[in-house]
Each structure stands twice: as structure tokens, then as C-alpha cells.
């Protein structure tokens, strides 16, 4: 037997088996049965990218088993045999499919099966920023369960995102791991087809963020191959089934390693035995060209961005910051270097040892920056970085900002003799690492004592309201430049943002303060400045300056942005959108849903069909991702009336934004609590009547309003 045999050998397995599968549910509920994946755009992703036909039922589903069929040729050359595995995916996406069918929810557990459009669009900004520098295709499980456990963790301490098919998750579970998105490591499913729910992840990433034509296949594969850093680690025994989806990731561009010895052969950079499997992390990354960035923190526990995102319940935790109760903050001060000792940590207070578990303490640190280049500017920039700096610790969990945050050390944290300072570690280490240009010397000073804190808090609370007034007071007129962003170009190679004070990134993540520190730390980076001398339409936000610039960076992609526009050359969209917006045209008004929000708008869209309407650096009229921020802005939409077209949000992002949406439409409407005007989804979800109904009951100044120009 060769390897062609063994694909082949699958191929025919899964061609036989899917075809028996589709023909029982047919049996069982008819030819006209609608099959779809939940929560995307997209139908059976795989297929649809690879081929460009969605497949809506399953009548649809029986008669594309004729053109999979031809995909699974019988050459015996190496190029043929790795796309005829292509075709096997497609029949494990089909089976996975047929799970789903008639609304069933076939994965019980948490994270298993499917992943969402939005598990696609929260890897955008991670992936580009390289926060996630990797994903790792597990599957099966090494002949010792704790094997597979260090292989995990490896990954999961690069930050690199895991997924785990077959026996391995049993593994990780036995283990005690937690798993699922939050820290990076997501158990697909028990069966081998599951392998398919990441195929998909690359696949929707090819065309959300890329811009890939459905049907399109070369470059589809030379998307995945050039921008999604994926690769396969299978332990032996392999099944040809198994051997035949290794073809298709091989064809994708995701070398394969596995310490499996029968009727294999290496392909360089492709396929590769390696037997130590205790080396599958290193051969993993090399066969990739993955570089992972170290920095060295000399704390007790792991540190990784796999661990941004791991919640740490009340029964596991040691003690909590509690800003909510307690008088708790977090600042940055900008010093004379005289007045910095560089390294210094300095707790004052009780040290976690004296103090009983359970506890909820007064915790304030402050952390001084001296530097030649340093600006007060990037102060706010650096602090609102803690909140990753600090959650990244294993074991360590840290939401809000400045004086209200609420910080969670574990158990066993406290276990492994973690202690307050090394809080201070933590925010020194990464200051110094990613501000070195600016910052040349950096201390931390702790202090845990109610009364202490108390001043210090009053004390901090000025310097925070200092800074908010000079925020307020920067308009896209009082500042001399914009900046660009180019940081999702990894993905999405013609997308630019243009950010502004008051429009910032769509991501929500850079904000003009920013992109300006941005440009200082890395001048050539992906932060350039944007002149703004030459204005063609102030009330458009059209400038030759960003039209140039629009050029230049998109590499000619594009010629024409304006900044305030949703109909006349509106600003595009790379895929990690925040919120996206999109006109109403019964009411002349804008639907705003953000990614949190599964459910229907009133445009007879989710949130992932209005996603798929825009994205990978492409403009498209009547359609624009944006961040949360920009919505309680004088700017958003200001061409077309501004926010007052604002008709219907998700309720959970009204309340994010109510207080700053509320003051906006005060001063440019002279309305009144304009939050409660906007419908939800509890006043209509799907029905324009209904939202029209609504729209007249309450008033709303969209009724006012000017038919868009479209
Ligand atoms: Fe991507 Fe724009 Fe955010 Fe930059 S500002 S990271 S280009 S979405
Ligand atoms: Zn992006």
C-alpha cells in the first residue's frame, strides 16, 4: 500500500458513508429539509468557498455528491492526491452538517462542533497583531494521556490556538484543563470528520477577511497557505480516513507532522515524521515559519495571551481586588528620571500570605515612566494595556479600568507562591518590552491599605477627570493629523482605517492616542500620519490628503474614502469589526448589531449575514463595519444626519453607550434620553411595521429626518 492508496482509500470511505447519510435523512425528512451550519453566513463554508454554490437542502446537498465524486481523482501524483483530499473534507463537512439538520444540537458539551462567524471575527485582531501566532491542529492522542496534556500546553503557553479532535480532548479533560475559546483550546468533537469545524475557521477566514471569490479555489488555498499560520499534529494510528483529510490540510498549505511509521513518506515542509513527539511543538512551528515573541517575566506561573481570556470563579480564588466596594485604581505617571528607580518594585501593605483567603482587598498600583520621548499622551495608551498585561497571567483575572477594576488571584496561584509584587513584575516587564522607545526607566509601587488608598484614589481620580477633558476637547478639528492603520493587512491586504479623535479604529482597539503612539514607537509601522490640509468636503470628511493616503496604503486597491459617509465612499471594513451598521429603508434610518448579538435585526439579518455583505478592504454602500465608540459620535454617519439615524441597536449595546449616545443627541438634536428611541430586539426583531410602529410612538428624529441621498 503507498500513501495514494491510503488517501484514496479514504476517499472512497467517505464518499460511501456521507452519500448513506444523506440518503437516511432524506428518508427522514425530505429532499426540501433546509441544512445549514448555525450562526453563519456562509451555509457549509468548506463547500462553499472551494466550489461558490451554497447548499441550502438537502436535495442539494444528495446532487453535490456528483461533483465531490469527480473531485476524488485516481492520479497517482502527489499534487492530484493532496486535492482529491479536499473532497473528503467536503463529505466530513456534509456529515458534520447533517448533524444540525431540523435544529438539532448535536454537541452537548460546551465549545465541541461548529465554530460561529463571530469565533472567525474575534481571531482578527489576535491573529494580526500576532497575539495568536499560530493554530494547531491536534489529532488523536499520544499513547500516554499526559503526552498529549504537555503537547497542549506548550502550544497554549505560546499563545498559539489549539484544536483538538478525537481521543486527545479526553486527554486534556482528564487532565483538568479548561478548555474552550476563552483559553485557547477548543475540543472539536470525539469523531474524526469534526476536524472539519477549523477547516472552516480557515476557510470563512479566506473569505471574511480576504476578500476571496466563493469557487475561487487556487486562491483560496493560497490564502490559507500564505495567511493562515495552521498546521496538523496527528498521532498514530492513522486511519486512511485521517490520511485523506491530511491530504486536504496539506493541499490548504498546513503541513502535517505525525509520528506515524506505515505507508507513509515525507514531503518536505508537508509532510513530516518526526517520532519524538515531545519535538511536534518546534518541528511544528519551524515547518510554518511561526516565530513566537518571548518575553521573560520572572513570576511562579505560566504567562501566555492564551490565558487573556480565563475566568477564575469565586470558589477558586485567593483573594479579589474589588474596586467596585473598595478604593482600588490602576495609573501611569509620566516622571523626571531623577525621580524613577528602573525595576523597582515596591509593596506597601500586607503581602498576600497575611491576608485570609476568601478577602476582598483595597489594592491600588501605580507604575511611574521616565523617558526622553515619553509624552503624557501615551499615558492612558500604556494604561489601558494592563488589562491584557495583567490577564494574561495564568490564574490571574482583571476587568474594568482606572478606579474600577476587580482583579482575581487564584488559589492556585497563591498555591505556586505568587505574590502581589509579582503583579508588579508583570506591568514592568511588558511596559518595558513594548514601550522601550519611549520608556527608558519604569517602576511599580503597590499599596495595599484601605486608608492609603483612599487619598491616592482622590488623588488619581484628578489626573483621569484632566485627561477625560483633554479627550473631550480633541476633535477631529483641533488635531493637526490623522493616522492610518494597516495592521490587519496580514488578512485583509487592501483594508485601511483612517483614525481620527473621533472616529476610532473598527476594531475598537486603536483609538487616535493610539495610532499616534503607535507611529512614535514604530514610525514605519502600521501607523502613518495622515495630513489634513487639503479639505474637499467638511461635511463628507473627503480630503485629498486621505484619498492619497487611501492609495498609497491599499496599494491602489482603492481611491476615494470619506470619513463621515455610509453611502459616498464609505470607509471599508477588514472583518473584526466591533459593530456593524446598515440603512433601514422603511424608516430611512441605520440598524446598528455588534458581534455579541446572535440574534435577527429588523433588516431580516444577523449580525454574520450584514458582515458578509462587507469586508476584506472592499466598500460597499449602505454597509459599514465600525467601533462601538464611534456610535456616541458627532462624526458617525454625520453626511447622512449623524447618529439621530440611529433607529434600531441589540439592548445590550444600547447600554454600553446609552450615557455618551444620550449627551451626543442632547447637544445635536435637543432630544432627550434618545437611547430609549431606539428599538431593540425586545420592541421587534424582524418586522419593519413594527419598528415603524414604534418609531412613531416614540418621536424619534429619524422621522424628520431627509430620505437618503443613496
Ligand atoms: Fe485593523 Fe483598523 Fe483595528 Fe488597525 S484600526 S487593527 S487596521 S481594524
Ligand atoms: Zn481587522
Excluded at 505507508?263 to 515542509?269: D, E
Excluded at 509601587?445 to 492609603?452: L, P, R
Excluded at 449627551?663 to 435637543?670: F, I, N, P, V
Aim: glycine share 8%.
Amino acid at each position: 500500500m503507498t500513501l495514494f492508496d491510503r488517501v484514496f482509500g479514504g476517499n472512497d470511505y467517505n464518499y460511501e458513508r456521507t452519500v448513506a447519510a444523506i440518503d437516511q435523512a432524506i428518508a427522514t425528512y425530505g429532499e426540501a429539509e433546509p441544512v445549514s451550519f448555525p450562526d453563519t453566513a456562509y451555509s457549509l463554508p468548506c463547500y462553499y468557498g472551494v466550489t461558490g454554490v451554497k447548499i441550502n437542502t438537502l436535495g442539494e446537498m444528495k446532487a453535490a455528491m456528483d461533483n465531490i465524486k469527480s473531485m476524488m481523482t485516481r492520479n497517482n501524483r502527489l499534487q492530484d492526491a493532496f486535492d482529491s483530499g479536499i473532497a473528503s473534507a467536503l463529505c466530513a463537512e456534509f456529515l458534520e452538517a447533517l448533524k444540525y439538520l431540523h435544529g438539532a444540537t448535536p454537541y452537548t458539551e460546551p465549545e465541541m462542533g461548529h465554530l460561529t462567524d463571530a469565533f472567525v471575527r474575534n481571531l482578527g485582531v489576535p491573529l494580526v497583531t500576532g497575539d495568536i501566532p499560530g493554530v494547531a491542529v491536534i489529532i488523536g492522542g499520544a499513547e500516554k494521556p499526559e503526552d498529549t496534556v504537555a503537547l497542549v500546553k506548550s502550544y497554549q503557553n505560546q499563545g498559539i490556538l489549539v484544536t483538538i479532535t478525537g481521543e486527545g480532548i479526553k486527554h486534556v479533560a482528564d487532565a483538568g484543563m479548561k478548555t474552550g475559546e476563552n483559553v485557547r483550546v477548543c475540543p472539536l468533537g470525539y469523531e474524526m470528520q469534526s476536524v472539519i469545524h477549523v477547516v472552516s475557521v480557515a476557510v470563512r477566514a479566506a473569505l471574511i477577511f480576504g476578500n476571496i471569490t466563493p469557487g475561487d479555489f487556487p486562491a483560496l488555498a493560497k490564502y490559507t497557505m500564505d495567511r493562515v499560520r495552521a498546521f496538523v499534529n496527528a498521532y498514530k494510528p492513522l486511519s486512511d480516513e485521517i490520511v485523506s483529510y491530511g491530504a486536504g490540510a496539506i493541499c490548504l498549505g498546513f503541513p502535517v507532522v505525525s509520528n506515524e511509521t506505515e505507508n507513509m513518506f515525507r514531503v518536505p515542509k508537508s509532510l513530516i515524521q518526526q517520532l519524538d513527539t515531545e519535538k511536534w511543538n518546534a518541528t511544528s512551528l519551524e515547518a510554518r515559519d511561526i516565530k513566537i515573541k518571548i518575553t521573560n517575566i520572572d513570576i511562579p506561573v505560566a504567562y501566555a495571551t492564551a490565558f487573556e481570556g480565563e475566568i477564575i470563579r469565586r470558589g477558586d480564588m485567593q483573594v479579589e481586588v474589588d474596586g467596585s466596594r473598595v478604593d482600588c485604581f490602576e495609573l501611569v505617571q509620566t516622571k523626571e528620571a531623577a525621580e524613577v528607580e528602573d525595576h523597582k518594585i515596591t509593596v506597601i501593605g500586607p503581602e498576600i500570605d497575611d491576608i485570609p483567603v476568601g478577602s476582598k482587598i483595597s489594592l491600588s498600583y501605580t507604575v511611574d515612566v521616565a523617558g526622553k520621548a515619553m509624552q503624557p499622551d501615551f499615558e492612558s495608551v500604556m494604561e489601558r494595556k494592563f488589562h491584557a498585561y495583567l490577564n494574561c497571567i495564568e490564574g490571574v483575572m482583571h476587568t474594568g479600568q482606572r478606579d474600577m477594576i476587580r482583579i482575581r488571584i487564584s488559589k492556585a496561584d497563591f498555591e505556586a507562591g505568587f505574590k502581589f509584587k509579582h503583579l508588579g513584575e508583570v506591568l514592568y516587564a511588558k511596559i518595558k518590552s513594548e514601550f522601550e522607545a519611549v520608556v527608558d526607566k519604569c517602576q511599580v509601587t503597590i499599596v495595599v491599605d484601605a486608608e492609603q488608598n483612599k487619598a491616592l484614589r482622590a488623588a488619581a481620580n484628578e489626573v483621569f477627570a484632566k485627561r477625560d477633558d483633554r479627550l473631550r476637547s480633541m476633535t477631529d478639528e483641533s488635531v493637526p493629523v490623522y493616522y492610518t492603520c494597516i495592521m490587519c493587512q496580514a488578512f485583509s491586504p487592501s483594508h485601511v482605517c483612517i483614525v481620527t479623535p473621533e472616529r476610532l479604529g473598527l476594531c475598537g482597539a486603536v483609538s487616535w492616542l493610539d495610532a499616534k503612539a503607535t507611529n512614535e514607537l514604530d514610525p514605519t509601522g502600521p501607523c502613518q500620519i495622515v495630513p489634513k490640509e487639503r479639505c474637499i468636503d467638511e461635511n463628507l470628511g473627503r480630503y485629498e490628503d486621505v484619498d492619497e493616503a487611501i492609495e498609497k496604503y491599499s496599494h491602489g486597491a482603492l481611491e476615494h474614502v470619506t470619513l463621515y459617509s455610509l453611502f459616498q465612499d464609505p470607509m471599508t471594513s477588514c472583518g473584526c469589526f466591533e459593530c456593524i451598521c446598515g440603512v433601514e429603508p422603511c424608516s430611512m434610518g441605520v440598524v446598528i448589531t455588534s458581534r455579541e448579538h446572535a440574534g435577527m435585526t429588523p433588516l431580516g439579518m444577523s449580525f454574520s449575514d450584514m458582515a458578509s455583505m462587507t469586508g476584506g478592504g472592499v466598500q460597499t454602500p449602505g454597509f459599514m463595519g465600525h467601533g462601538k465608540q464611534f456610535i456616541f459620535s458627532k462624526k458617525f454617519i454625520a453626511a447622512e444626519g449623524g447618529p439621530g439615524r440611529i433607529v434600531w441597536m441589540p439592548k445590550e449595546l444600547k447600554e454600553q453607550v446609552r450615557e455618551r449616545l444620550d449627551a451626543t443627541a442632547l447637544e445635536m438634536y435637543g432630544v432627550e434620553n434618545f437611547t430609549d428611541m431606539i428599538a431593540d430586539e425586545t420592541v421587534c426583531t424582524e418586522d419593519p411595521e413594527e419598528l415603524l410602529g414604534f418609531l412613531s410612538e416614540v418621536g424619534h428624529p429619524v422621522l424628520g429626518m431627509e430620505p437618503f441621498d443613496m
